[in-house]
């Protein structure tokens, strides 16, 4: 990978793709945890509507977040924006 025309800190997407990797993988432990509340309270009690309402919000916006970082991470490893970082030049 040093060797390639691209680099390995030449350009921008290689260093922003492995960091959106890092701070979604610190993350996703804070979504397992969303997803364990909402086990353990449809495991103790029949659910309606009311009970899981804000985390229900939660769920959806966290799996829409993951889906945007995968969705980001591989247009930039597909297209390879020009930005040149200073190492690069």
Same mark, same amino acid.
């Given at each position: 990978?040093?060797?390639? #025309?691209?680099? /390995?800190?030449? +350009?921008?997407? @290689?260093?922003?793709?492995? !960091?959106? *990797?890092?701070?979604? #993988?610190?993350? /996703?432990?804070? +979504?397992?945890? @969303?997803?364990?509340?909402? !086990?353990? *309270? ?8 009311? +009970? ?38």
């Amino acid at each position: 990978m040093l060797g390639t #025309t691209w680099g /390995l800190f030449g +350009h921008d997407w @290689v260093l922003t793709t492995p !960091a959106l *990797t890092v701070v979604v #993988t610190f993350l /996703l432990p804070l +979504h397992t945890q @969303v997803i364990g509340h909402v !086990a353990d *309270t449809a495991s103790r009690s029949s659910l309606s509507g009311s +009970h899981l309402g804000g985390t229900r919000v939660q769920l959806l916006f966290d799996a829409a977040a993951a889906v945007v970082v995968l969705l980001t991470n591989r247009a930039l490893s597909l297209y390879k924006p020009r930005g040149i970082t200073r190492p690069g030049w």
